[in-house]
């Protein structure tokens, strides 16, 4: 799933907060994997590659509708069963 081992610890309300300032004040639990595409690019200073975002993403697509919208509280609560 969409993680990397790292020593910190975050909690599904965190997660889904995150989610929600990416996302902008317009979200309704919702956001675009393009705009989450490039948000990941900009922000992780090339510590990610295009493949590794693709395959970050194409994670995402079973929590996803056929316009490609991410529904973030769906995915956080099934990942993290909160």
């Given amino acids: ?10 909690t599904a309300q965190d997660v889904k907060k995150a989610f ?5 004040a317009e979200h309704q639990g919702m956001i675009s994997l393009d705009v989450l595409k490039e948000t990941l690019r900009r ?6 590659t295009r493949e590794q975002i ?6 995402l697509k079973p929590f996803t509708d056929p316009s490609g ?11 993290m069963g909160e």
């Fill in 20 to 24: 929600s300032i990416i996302a902008g």
């Fill in 1 to 10: 799933m969409l993680s990397r081992k790292a020593n910190v610890s975050y």
């Fill in 54 to 59: 693709e395959d970050l993403t194409n994670q």
């Fill in 69 to 79: 919208n991410l529904y973030f509280n769906e995915y956080v609560s099934a990942v």
């Fill in 43 to 48: 922000h992780s200073n090339g510590a990610l």
